[in-house]
């Protein structure tokens, strides 16, 4: 697109001067030249071409002199817009204010058209540099919005509501929080009635940050909760996500997995961790210990692989607690870590406690450690509780 320079004098004579030294500019479509002959009318002019880039402007004008008119430009607040003052070589003092007041360069009458074409020419270097950065500020603020609107359709795909629709829904009690360390995360968590007597819970990592984990967490969660619902038991229902996310895996991402299927007659869990951090669980009597499992490997890393699950008892009055490693590798300025001992000693003094003061001490006890350290990873915590 041609560089739009607007002549702003009274003497007409360098209309024919300005066209007659850039007339091969002006044919290839380099420039355009508008012109005006005071400042009333080139302010009538930049309101019908907004898109002018240079404003080549006299100083002592008629009816608005060009001191006035580069006070009005300036109200416009258009950083990709240069002026370059004319006045007579003598007219130091009105060029030295020009200057103060935001003007790009000056040229001197009897003006050099030569040292005028190098002055434009390093005026548009500076306007494509401003423009390329409005460009990029304008991208950036469009990659922000989609972002935010990409963490509240994260958001809202997580439960909010923790009430479990089922009989003997009084027995058991859950919460759980998901904190994204960016604008959007890769952990979750999730909870599903698969019959009348069972639910499956379930709490993931997926490595990466951003956009990709969120899809990729996106995906594992449907699949996680889609098999669950068929009432498969634990280990069968990770061996059919895992083989699934092995054929749409991209860049090599994988999942962390704990998936467990609550029964809530018994208390009995069947579970299956693949590759997660182990849970603890808090006894009605304030002891904590951490449930051991097999070790099975992450989802989406190897097609095919068998794995095994285990089961345990949740006693009436005991607690569940799940977490990613968000939790425990959480640093303070100092880069140490809050580490599982930290945590263990944190649940042990919450005997008693609902699933969601658990859940809300536990963010509480890792963001107080923090402290100014930025967050480095998502925080997730996820709570079942026998009544």
């Not at 759980?176 to 909870?191: N, Q, R």
């Not at 590798?329 to 945590?343: H, N, T, V, Y």
């Amino acid at each position: 697109m041609a560089v739009k320079i607007l002549s702003v004098d009274d003497e007409v004579d360098l209309e024919l001067l300005l066209t007659q030294f850039f007339r091969r500019k002006i044919r290839k479509g380099e420039y355009e030249f508008l012109f005006a002959h005071n400042g009333l009318e080139a302010l009538q002019m930049l309101l019908k071409h907004p898109d002018v880039d240079i404003i080549l402007s006299d100083i002592n004008m008629p009816e608005m002199d060009g001191l006035t008119l580069l006070a009005k430009i300036n109200e416009m607040r258009n950083p990709a817009q240069k002026c370059i003052m004319v006045s007579a070589y003598g007219d130091m003092d009105n060029i030295r204010r020009a200057m103060n007041s935001g003007a790009f360069d000056f040229a001197t009458k009897p003006i050099d058209l030569e040292d005028l074409e190098r002055t434009i020419e390093k005026a548009i270097e500076q306007i494509n540099f401003v423009k390329a950065a409005q460009k990029d500020r304008k991208e950036l603020n469009d990659i922000q919005a989609d972002l935010s609107v990409a963490r509240e359709i994260q958001l809202a795909i997580l439960p909010h509501s923790f009430e479990l629709k089922m009989p003997d829904a009084d027995r058991v009690e859950i919460f759980a929080s998901m904190h994204a360390a960016k604008d959007v995360g890769g952990d979750f968590y999730d909870f599903f009635r698969i019959d009348d007597e069972r639910f499956g819970f379930t709490i993931a990592d997926v490595s990466g940050k951003g956009v990709p984990a969120a899809i990729f967490m996106a995906v594992s969660r449907t699949l996680i909760k889609a098999t669950g619902l068929r009432g498969l038991t634990a280990h069968e229902s990770m061996a059919i996500v895992n083989d699934v996310l092995c054929g749409e895996s991209v860049d090599s991402m994988f999942v962390t997995v704990f998936y467990g299927i609550y029964n809530i007659k018994t208390g009995e869990i069947d579970y299956c961790n693949c590759g997660h951090n182990a849970p603890y669980i808090m006894h009605k009597d304030g002891g904590v210990e951490m449930l051991h499992s097999h070790i099975n490997i992450v989802l989406g890393a190897f097609e095919g692989i068998k794995f095994q699950n285990d089961k345990m008892i949740l006693a009436k009055g005991d607690s569940l607690v799940l977490y990613t490693d968000g939790v425990t590798e959480a640093e303070d300025i100092d880069q140490m870590q809050f580490g599982e001992a930290k945590l263990e000693r944190v649940l042990g003094e919450l005997t008693g406690a609902s699933c969601e003061q658990i859940v809300d001490a536990v963010n509480s006890q890792v963001h107080a450690f923090a402290g100014e350290a930025p967050q480095s990873d998502d925080i997730t915590v996820l709570v079942v509780k026998n009544k």
